[in-house]
Protein backbone atom coordinates (compact mmCIF):
# COMPACT_ATOMS: atom_id res chain seq x y z
CA UNK A 1 0.00 0.00 0.00
CA UNK A 2 0.84 3.57 -0.33
CA UNK A 3 2.14 5.52 2.18
CA UNK A 4 0.55 8.67 2.63
CA UNK A 5 1.60 11.92 4.32
CA UNK A 6 0.58 15.54 5.09
CA UNK A 7 1.51 18.84 5.91
CA UNK A 8 0.45 20.56 7.99
CA UNK A 9 -1.19 18.36 9.98
CA UNK A 10 -3.67 21.06 11.73
CA UNK A 11 -3.88 24.59 11.74
CA UNK A 12 -5.39 27.60 12.93
CA UNK A 13 -6.36 30.51 10.28
CA UNK A 14 -8.38 33.98 10.04
CA UNK A 15 -11.03 34.36 7.99
CA UNK A 16 -10.03 35.76 4.55
CA UNK A 17 -6.64 33.86 4.46
CA UNK A 18 -6.00 30.84 2.68
CA UNK A 19 -4.03 27.32 3.73
CA UNK A 20 -2.30 25.01 1.61
CA UNK A 21 -2.43 21.48 2.22
CA UNK A 22 0.50 19.35 0.95
CA UNK A 23 0.22 15.54 -0.15
CA UNK A 24 3.30 13.55 -0.74
CA UNK A 25 3.16 10.11 -1.89
CA UNK A 26 5.83 7.48 -1.62
CA UNK A 27 5.76 5.88 -4.61
CA UNK A 28 4.56 7.47 -8.43
CA UNK A 29 0.58 7.15 -8.69
CA UNK A 30 -1.74 8.16 -11.76
CA UNK A 31 -4.58 9.34 -9.68
CA UNK A 32 -4.83 11.63 -6.39
CA UNK A 33 -8.05 12.71 -4.67
CA UNK A 34 -8.80 15.40 -2.36
CA UNK A 35 -11.59 14.77 0.17
CA UNK A 36 -13.42 17.31 3.07
CA UNK A 37 -14.76 15.70 6.44
CA UNK A 38 -16.48 18.62 7.76
CA UNK A 39 -17.31 17.78 12.08
CA UNK A 40 -19.27 15.11 12.71
CA UNK A 41 -19.53 14.00 8.54
CA UNK A 42 -18.44 11.68 6.55
CA UNK A 43 -15.82 12.09 3.33
CA UNK A 44 -16.87 14.36 0.59
CA UNK A 45 -15.05 14.01 -3.04
CA UNK A 46 -13.66 17.67 -3.80
CA UNK A 47 -11.93 16.69 -6.79
CA UNK A 48 -9.32 14.38 -8.74
CA UNK A 49 -5.78 15.62 -9.22
CA UNK A 50 -3.84 14.55 -12.11
CA UNK A 51 -0.61 15.08 -13.15
CA UNK A 52 0.09 17.05 -16.01
CA UNK A 53 -3.43 18.40 -16.51
CA UNK A 54 -5.84 20.78 -14.78
CA UNK A 55 -7.98 19.14 -11.70
CA UNK A 56 -11.30 17.61 -12.15
CA UNK A 57 -13.48 19.12 -9.91
CA UNK A 58 -16.85 17.74 -8.29
CA UNK A 59 -19.92 19.63 -8.11
CA UNK A 60 -20.29 22.17 -5.45
CA UNK A 61 -16.11 22.84 -5.24
CA UNK A 62 -14.75 25.33 -7.55
CA UNK A 63 -10.86 26.30 -8.69
CA UNK A 64 -11.19 29.26 -7.31
CA UNK A 65 -12.23 28.43 -3.90
CA UNK A 66 -9.66 24.87 -3.79
CA UNK A 67 -6.88 25.25 -6.33
CA UNK A 68 -4.97 22.08 -6.92
CA UNK A 69 -1.59 21.31 -8.34
CA UNK A 70 -0.05 18.48 -9.38
CA UNK A 71 3.86 18.38 -10.10
CA UNK A 72 4.59 15.49 -10.11
CA UNK A 73 3.46 11.93 -9.91
CA UNK A 74 3.97 11.54 -5.94
CA UNK A 75 2.83 15.31 -4.96
CA UNK A 76 0.04 17.44 -5.04
CA UNK A 77 -1.46 20.25 -3.00
CA UNK A 78 -4.80 21.69 -2.46
CA UNK A 79 -5.24 25.18 -1.31
CA UNK A 80 -8.43 26.27 0.84
CA UNK A 81 -9.11 30.16 -0.42
CA UNK A 82 -10.51 33.08 1.45
CA UNK A 83 -11.24 30.85 4.35
CA UNK A 84 -14.64 31.11 6.27
CA UNK A 85 -15.80 29.51 9.41
CA UNK A 86 -18.02 26.63 6.94
CA UNK A 87 -14.29 25.78 5.93
CA UNK A 88 -13.11 24.19 9.40
CA UNK A 89 -12.80 20.73 8.17
CA UNK A 90 -10.43 17.92 8.10
CA UNK A 91 -8.97 17.70 4.25
CA UNK A 92 -7.57 13.94 2.94
CA UNK A 93 -5.85 13.32 0.11
CA UNK A 94 -6.03 9.85 -1.05
CA UNK A 95 -4.07 7.80 -3.80
CA UNK A 96 -4.14 4.21 -4.97
CA UNK A 97 -1.25 2.09 -6.05
CA UNK A 98 -1.49 -0.07 -8.92
CA UNK A 99 -5.21 -1.61 -7.44
CA UNK A 100 -8.39 -0.27 -7.43
CA UNK A 101 -7.71 0.41 -3.52
CA UNK A 102 -7.23 3.81 -2.13
CA UNK A 103 -5.40 4.63 0.82
CA UNK A 104 -5.50 8.06 2.94
CA UNK A 105 -3.22 10.35 4.52
CA UNK A 106 -3.64 11.42 8.50
CA UNK A 107 -5.54 14.82 7.28
CA UNK A 108 -5.41 18.35 7.72
CA UNK A 109 -7.17 19.76 10.52
CA UNK A 110 -8.24 23.03 9.85
CA UNK A 111 -9.89 25.83 12.37
CA UNK A 112 -11.23 29.07 11.03
CA UNK A 113 -11.17 31.87 13.58
CA UNK B 1 -9.15 14.70 18.84
CA UNK B 2 -11.52 15.69 16.06
CA UNK B 3 -14.48 14.78 16.82
CA UNK B 4 -15.27 12.43 13.99
CA UNK B 5 -18.96 10.63 13.79
CA UNK B 6 -20.37 13.26 16.85
CA UNK B 7 -24.04 12.47 14.74
CA UNK B 8 -23.46 9.20 13.17
CA UNK B 9 -24.88 6.09 14.27
CA UNK B 10 -23.67 4.16 17.01
CA UNK B 11 -23.49 0.53 17.70
CA UNK B 12 -22.39 -0.86 21.17
CA UNK B 13 -21.31 -4.47 20.73
CA UNK B 14 -19.54 -6.35 24.13
CA UNK B 15 -15.58 -7.85 23.75
CA UNK B 16 -15.78 -10.63 22.18
CA UNK B 17 -19.11 -10.55 20.36
CA UNK B 18 -19.26 -10.54 16.90
CA UNK B 19 -20.50 -7.14 15.43
CA UNK B 20 -22.04 -6.42 11.82
CA UNK B 21 -22.52 -2.92 10.88
CA UNK B 22 -24.33 -1.98 7.35
CA UNK B 23 -24.67 -0.03 4.69
CA UNK B 24 -27.07 0.73 1.79
CA UNK B 25 -25.98 2.39 -1.37
CA UNK B 26 -27.28 4.57 -4.12
CA UNK B 27 -25.61 3.67 -7.35
CA UNK B 28 -26.42 0.39 -8.95
CA UNK B 29 -23.56 1.00 -11.70
CA UNK B 30 -20.95 1.09 -8.68
CA UNK B 31 -19.01 -2.25 -9.05
CA UNK B 32 -16.68 -1.85 -6.55
CA UNK B 33 -16.63 -1.68 -2.65
CA UNK B 34 -14.44 -0.62 0.46
CA UNK B 35 -15.16 -0.65 3.79
CA UNK B 36 -13.16 1.83 5.75
CA UNK B 37 -12.34 2.29 9.58
CA UNK B 38 -11.62 5.87 11.10
CA UNK B 39 -10.13 6.54 14.68
CA UNK B 40 -10.04 9.16 16.44
CA UNK B 41 -7.40 12.14 15.01
CA UNK B 42 -6.48 9.62 12.25
CA UNK B 43 -7.10 9.25 8.45
CA UNK B 44 -9.38 6.30 6.98
CA UNK B 45 -7.78 2.93 6.66
CA UNK B 46 -8.88 0.45 4.63
CA UNK B 47 -10.00 -2.62 5.91
CA UNK B 48 -11.40 -5.01 2.98
CA UNK B 49 -12.75 -4.28 -0.43
CA UNK B 50 -15.13 -6.13 -2.41
CA UNK B 51 -16.24 -6.43 -6.26
CA UNK B 52 -19.82 -6.66 -7.73
CA UNK B 53 -18.86 -10.26 -9.27
CA UNK B 54 -18.65 -11.40 -5.65
CA UNK B 55 -21.38 -11.62 -2.35
CA UNK B 56 -18.65 -12.65 -0.03
CA UNK B 57 -15.43 -11.73 1.13
CA UNK B 58 -13.27 -13.08 4.24
CA UNK B 59 -10.16 -11.26 5.45
CA UNK B 60 -8.95 -11.65 9.12
CA UNK B 61 -11.48 -10.97 11.61
CA UNK B 62 -13.60 -9.51 9.00
CA UNK B 63 -15.87 -10.59 6.27
CA UNK B 64 -17.77 -8.16 3.78
CA UNK B 65 -21.44 -9.60 2.48
CA UNK B 66 -22.55 -7.89 -0.57
CA UNK B 67 -26.17 -8.01 -1.91
CA UNK B 68 -26.49 -6.06 -5.02
CA UNK B 69 -30.15 -7.38 -5.09
CA UNK B 70 -31.53 -4.67 -2.62
CA UNK B 71 -27.89 -2.64 -2.84
CA UNK B 72 -26.53 -3.29 0.81
CA UNK B 73 -23.23 -3.94 1.80
CA UNK B 74 -22.38 -5.36 5.36
CA UNK B 75 -18.94 -5.78 7.49
CA UNK B 76 -18.43 -8.38 9.72
CA UNK B 77 -16.44 -8.43 12.52
CA UNK B 78 -15.39 -11.41 14.72
CA UNK B 79 -14.69 -11.58 17.86
CA UNK B 80 -14.84 -7.51 18.39
CA UNK B 81 -11.98 -6.10 20.73
CA UNK B 82 -11.19 -2.64 22.23
CA UNK B 83 -8.89 -1.96 19.31
CA UNK B 84 -12.19 -1.64 16.95
CA UNK B 85 -13.67 1.15 18.90
CA UNK B 86 -13.93 3.64 15.60
CA UNK B 87 -16.49 5.42 12.95
CA UNK B 88 -16.93 2.58 9.86
CA UNK B 89 -17.43 3.69 6.69
CA UNK B 90 -18.82 2.34 3.20
CA UNK B 91 -17.13 3.58 0.20
CA UNK B 92 -18.82 2.50 -3.64
CA UNK B 93 -17.21 3.40 -6.34
CA UNK B 94 -16.98 2.26 -10.66
CA UNK B 95 -13.84 0.82 -11.53
CA UNK B 96 -11.53 2.33 -14.34
CA UNK B 97 -9.24 -0.17 -16.27
CA UNK B 98 -6.14 -0.36 -14.09
CA UNK B 99 -6.88 2.99 -11.59
CA UNK B 100 -8.62 3.72 -8.75
CA UNK B 101 -11.75 5.85 -9.52
CA UNK B 102 -13.31 8.20 -7.08
CA UNK B 103 -14.86 6.67 -4.08
CA UNK B 104 -18.52 7.65 -2.44
CA UNK B 105 -18.73 7.47 1.17
CA UNK B 106 -21.57 6.25 3.00
CA UNK B 107 -22.88 8.39 6.35
CA UNK B 108 -20.74 5.77 9.00
CA UNK B 109 -20.89 4.38 12.08
CA UNK B 110 -19.47 4.45 14.89
CA UNK B 111 -18.77 0.80 17.15
CA UNK B 112 -18.41 1.09 20.48
CA UNK B 113 -16.91 -2.22 22.42
CA UNK B 114 -17.87 -2.19 25.94
CA UNK B 115 -15.86 -4.45 28.30
Known amino acids: SAVISQKPSRDICQRGTSLTIQCQVD?????MFWYRQQPGQSLTLIAT?????????ESGFVIDKFPISRPNLTFSTLTVSNLSPEDSSIYLCSTSGHSYEQYFGPGTRLTVT | GESVGLHLPTLSVQEGDNSIINCAYSNSASDYFIWYKQESGKGPQFIID?????DKRQGQRVTVLLNKTVKHLSLQIAATQPGDSAVYFC??????????????FGTGTRLQVTL
Open chain 1, 27 to 31: SQVTM
Open chain 1, 49 to 57: ANQGSEATY
Open chain 2, 50 to 54: IRSNM
Open chain 2, 91 to 104: AESRINTGTASKLT
